[in-house]
């Protein structure tokens, strides 16, 4: 069963699923026999004879059914999240059950401190971890109200976020450094507006904290705010700030120390060798056993899980994160970014493979490549770099303009609108080594202005010259 809406909303505007739906029931393989709709009264809702029944007299019908429970293993598998990875195939994260719910449990009380009765508000979507692990089960677990927000922090202005904290009493809130950086641009004066005395703190994850967001927000609001840092895979957070356990005070920068649990090591990644000296760059890896709530496997592909997880650090078995940290003097830890072709976008995790393999489907794409470049409010933002096979357009902008909105758009279509590159230009080469491997490190340091390291590997110079000259043409 399929459970829907005829629209979401957002800005103001409606976002209609319904079609969107259809086409994507007409594409799969496997069916659903049913689809539940919530009629929001917010766009058109044709119905599918046989198939699709509205949420509204169903409900009235069984309102004082009573449900019982059904009993299951803590190893059945309680959902799976799709996340990107270093292929163009998106993995399939399997959660248990009752470890995911002793871990969620052990977590509100340690990291966010939540406690019965008190009301949760985690700005994230659930379509997410976050909103999986913080919007619904981990607040309802815990005995808290929880609040789900559809829609931007900025409508009907910058204060929203602050106003419902006021009017449910918010003890402990959760949202992205991406978000903290649009309210920046809003009147602070907002901060200030409405009661915050409720509020504990303000929790943030999902990407890397910057110095002036944090301290913009922290004297806007007077509260402390918290950086945590974790992953789809995980479920719960790899590092923070445990209260009760190891009475570390924040450190600014740091998401903190390993959660217990976790036994977290930084790792060469040449020689797989532990660095246990401080402020060594190394591969955040743990060792297992994965604590309690983390995946128990790839979906149907325990292959994938042990190949690319447990195996990517030479000649050890430990798990990889796959981003890059040190661990100063005191045992804190500071996240670098990622090892892999993996981007974050506005708090959003996106494989640059996967953005590449959609713009490949244009017929006019002979080749591409798409790296993340450093961006002040998303943190980083898709550029791509596209080869055609016709490349008659070129130097003709309305010609490339009109190839770039038809390749924008079948971004949307497959990846959503997120995956979304901020543009898309066209060079006849693109910079490889001589064994024919794209350059994409070397592409993202001449987009951010950054020496491009050693380049003798480079089979053609001009081809980094062409993405040089495009980057610092105006528009770019
Ligand atoms: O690169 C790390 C970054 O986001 C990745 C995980 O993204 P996702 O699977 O969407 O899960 C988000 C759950 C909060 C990580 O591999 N990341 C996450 N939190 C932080 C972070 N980078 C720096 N600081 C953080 N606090």
Redesign the pocket.
């Known amino acids: 069963m399929v459970v829907s809406a005829d629209a979401g909303s957002r800005g103001g505007k409606a976002v209609p699923y319904k079609a969107l739906l259809d086409e994507a029931i007409a594409q799969s393989t496997h069916k659903p026999e049913s689809v539940l709709l919530v009629d929001r009264g917010l766009a058109p809702l044709p119905l599918v004879e046989g198939r699709d029944r509205l949420w509204a007299p169903l409900r009235e019908q069984h309102l004082h059914a009573q449900v019982p429970c059904v009993w299951v293993d803590a190893t059945h598998p309680s959902y799976t999240l799709y ?1 990107s990875g270093t292929t163009g195939k998106p993995k399939g994260v399997q959660r248990d059950t009752g470890g995911y719910a002793v871990a969620l449990a052990a977590s509100m009380e340690y990291i966010y401190c939540g406690k019965p009765g008190e009301t949760y508000f985690s700005t994230s979507d659930i379509g ?3 909103g999986h692990s913080y919007i619904i089960y981990g607040p309802l677990i815990a005995g808290m109200a929880t609040i789900m927000y559809e829609g931007l922090p900025i409508r009907p202005d910058g204060g929203i976020w602050w106003s419902l904290v006021e009017k449910y009493k918010v003890t402990v809130m959760f949202s ?1 450094p991406t978000a903290i950086r649009v309210l920046k641009k809003q009147d602070p004066a907002l901060l200030k507006k409405y009661d915050l005395s409720s509020l504990r703190a303000l929790f ?6 910057d110095e002036p967001t944090a301290q913009w927000i922290s004297e806007g609001l007077g509260k402390p705010i918290i ?7 995980t479920g719960w957070p790899i ?1 923070a700030i445990c209260k009760g356990v190891d009475d570390a005070p924040p450190k600014f920068g740091s ?1 903190g120390k390993p959660v217990y649990g976790y036994n977290v090591k930084l790792l060469d990644d040449q020689t797989g060798a532990e660095l246990t000296g401080a402020n060594q760059k190394g591969v955040v890896a743990i060792e297992g056993p994965l604590p309690p709530g983390c995946m128990q496997t790839v979906w149907r592909d325990d292959a994938r899980f042990v190949n690319t997880y447990w195996k990517s650090v030479p000649g050890r078995m430990v798990y990889s ?3 890059w940290g040190i661990r100063d003097e005191d045992g804190y830890y500071f ?1 670098l ?2 090892t892999d072709d ?1 981007i ?1 976008v506005a ?3 996106l494989g640059t493979r996967e953005i590449e393999e959609s713009i490949a489907g244009h017929p006019n794409v002979a080749e591409v490549a798409v790296v993340g470049v450093a961006d002040a409010l998303k943190g980083q933002v898709a550029m791509a770099f596209a080869v055609l096979k016709d490349a008659s357009c070129l130097g003709d902008t309305q010609a490339e303009l009109r190839l770039e909105g038809e390749i924008m758009k079948l971004v949307d279509r497959d990846l959503g609108a997120v995956a979304r590159p901020a543009r898309v230009r066209f060079v006849t080469v693109l910079p490889k080594t001589r064994s024919g491997k794209v350059l994409r490190r070397a592409i993202q340091a001449v987009c951010e202005s950054r020496d491009t390291g050693d380049l003798t590997t480079m089979d053609d110079p001009a081809a980094l010259q062409q993405i040089r000259d495009l980057v610092q043409t105006k528009n770019s």
């Open positions: 996340t997410w971890v976050v992205a943030l994850a999902g990407e890397p904290l950086d945590n840092y974790w992953q789809t895979e590092l998401p994160t796959f981003d996240i970014g990622r993996v974050n708090g959003h995790r």
